[in-house]
Nanobody
Framework: QVQLAESGGGLVQAGGALRLSCAPS????????MGWFRQAPGKEREFVAS????????YYADSVKGRFTISRDNALNTVYLQMNSLKPEDTAVYYC????????????????WGKGTLVTVSS
């Protein structure tokens, strides 16, 4: 069983930046592709970004490309989402996700979810 703990959410003004972190439990972090999803009020959860087990491959939703960067540190068992140039439409609960496999794409099944961290971007 893998437990995912997100941190780093909060309130920020439009144009600002935040960095989210996710620290899975267990010793098998490097076997999981990791990703971030988000769910805005009244909307379905959507894919934001993912990173392969080695960190060599990343994928982004078009809405965040060029503004968000996903990275991972397998030695620290942590995955990050650096969010720059934030917009009010980025307001959502952000969820960390883990998939047992090399990569994660929006269509893949997710093995584990975090409980989420709220990001609020004010205009």
């Amino acid at each position: 069983q893998v437990q995912l703990a997100e941190s780093g959410g909060g309130l920020v003004q439009a144009g600002g930046a935040l960095r989210l972190s996710c620290a899975p439990s267990g010793r098998t972090f490097s076997r999981y592709a990791m990703g971030w999803f988000r769910q805005a009020p009244g909307k379905e959860r959507e894919f934001v970004a993912s990173i392969s087990t080695s960190g060599a491959n990343t994928y982004y939703a078009d809405s965040v490309k060029g503004r968000f960067t996903i990275s991972r540190d397998n030695a620290l068992n942590t995955v990050y989402l650096q969010m720059n140039s934030l917009k009010p439409e980025d307001t959502a609960v952000y969820y960390c996700a883990a998939r047992l496999g090399v990569t994660m794409t929006p269509g893949h099944d997710i093995n584990y979810w975090g409980k989420g961290t709220l990001v609020t971007v004010s205009s």
